[in-house]
């Protein structure tokens, strides 16, 4: 069966640092890009960056470009999430996602994907 297990989340200060890590089993790892959304309580799920099969193409929201960096690790099943100078507008659930078979590059839309991690909380204090 398919797992996608996020990790990593916590409670940090802002300008601060938290790495998070999704582990993936059960699929052809790379076969597919990987993908991070968040969700804040009673908003929409939104994109925040995405990594090709073979890890060298990324691409990131805007409102993350230049602090967050998502890397992978094909030999290990895992992608990663480094996220640097945090701000409360970060906190939400993150979310690991997988997309097989893509139309166009960047996949931005959530309904696209394969598979779903059940997400890791991330917050952010001030």
């Known amino acids: 069966q398919v797992q996608l297990v996020e990790s990593g989340g916590g409670l940090v200060q802002a300008g601060g640092s938290l790495r998070l890590s999704c582990a993936a089993s059960g699929l052809t790892f790379g076969s597919y890009a990987m993908t991070w959304f968040r969700q804040a309580p009673g908003k929409e799920r939104e994109f925040v960056t995405t990594i090709s099969r073979g890890g060298y193409e990324q691409s990131y929201a805007d409102s993350v470009k230049g602090r967050f960096t998502i890397s992978r690790d094909n030999a290990k099943n895992t992608v990663s999430l480094q996220m640097n100078s945090l701000t409360p507008e970060d906190t939400a659930v993150y979310y690991c996602?997988?997309?097989?078979?893509?139309?166009?590059?960047?996949?931005?839309?959530?309904?696209?994907?394969?598979?779903w991690g059940q997400g890791t909380q991330v917050t952010v204090s001030s």
């Open positions: 996602a997988a997309v097989r078979r893509q139309t166009k590059w960047p996949e931005r839309s959530w309904y696209e994907y394969d598979y």
